[in-house]
């Protein structure tokens, strides 16, 4: 029986896509099934996902942008579980393991939230991640974020919603949380750290074209959460609230760790 389903979305990112990939194939078992997702790279990458052959599924059809895309990976997955990682990310060892034993000991869960670190494109540790205590009504007021890299949930949840709202191109993830949380879903939160999340320039994360929709989205869940808009004052105390929580414990707490660890910057695990 197939535990977990791992997406793969990727364009034109065959950069980064080897180190993403091997960091996943190199854990598969008979209970995970890998899937990747390209809509049409023309720089490489589509030749080296077909070079695996039967041990991962792929899916070539077009799509409307990395929710949509996500969405056309999960149809053709069997798992009781989904994860997914984008192509500029990696998936540490021994991660795979910890998702399935996590699901051995929580089997009321719905949504596991393991940590990782935030890296830059040569894999120089920035900072410490994770969710904590996630519920709709905190990440709308700031006191949590999402951590998709760390996210592993129930594939009966996800199709609860029919999947990601293609339509958010800036945190599809984020609202499907949300909507799972205001539907009651089981969130749990998690030691291990298990991936890398990669950020840079030109990223989705890293660009700043994208700030002014995912202002947009937030205040729209934020909506959704507390049937209404939010006010003046509930943006204030959100960006507080944001930058304390930053500044108290991914800063303060985790500063002397992330400069050990950059002492020992790699250009790749597995070397």
Not at 48 to 75: E, H, R
Not at 93 to 112: E, Q, R, T, W, Y
Not at 143 to 168: A, E, H, M, P, V
Request: proline share 2%.
């Amino acid at each position: 029986m197939i535990k977990i389903s791992i997406v793969t979305i990727s364009f034109n990112q065959f950069k980064f896509l080897k180190d993403c990939m091997t960091s996943v194939i190199s854990q598969i078992t008979e209970e995970i099934e890998y899937i990747v997702v390209d809509p049409g790279s023309n720089d490489g990458s589509r030749e080296y996902i077909q070079s695996y052959g039967s041990k991962i599924k792929t899916v070539f059809d077009l799509d409307s942008g990395p929710s949509d895309g996500l969405n056309n990976g999960f149809s053709k997955a069997n798992g009781q579980y989904y994860y997914f990682l984008n192509s500029d990310d990696i998936l540490l060892p021994g991660a795979v393991n910890s998702m399935l034993l996590a699901i051995k000991n929580n089997i009321s869960a719905d949504v596991f939230c393991f940590r990782g670190y935030l890296v830059d494109e040569d894999l120089f540790h920035l900072r410490y991640m994770r969710t904590f205590n996630f519920s709709a009504k905190r990440f709308c007021r700031g006191n949590t974020s999402i951590f998709q890299q760390g996210l592993l949930f129930s594939s009966f949840r996800f199709k609860q919603f029919g999947g990601f709202n293609k339509d958010n191109k800036t945190c599809w993830d984020a609202e499907l949380a949300v909507k799972m949380s205001l539907r009651g879903a089981q969130f749990i939160d998690m030691p291990e750290i298990i991936s890398y999340f990669r950020i840079y320039s030109t990223s989705i994360t890293g660009s700043a074209n994208n700030l002014i929709e995912n202002s947009k989205n937030k205040n729209r869940l934020f909506k959704l959460t507390f049937n209404k808009k939010p006010s003046l004052f509930n943006k204030f105390i959100y960006h507080i609230v944001k930058f304390e929580k930053y500044f108290y414990f991914d800063y303060l707490t985790k500063y002397l760790h992330l400069k050990i660890m950059n002492l020992k910057k790699k250009s790749s695990i597995w070397s």
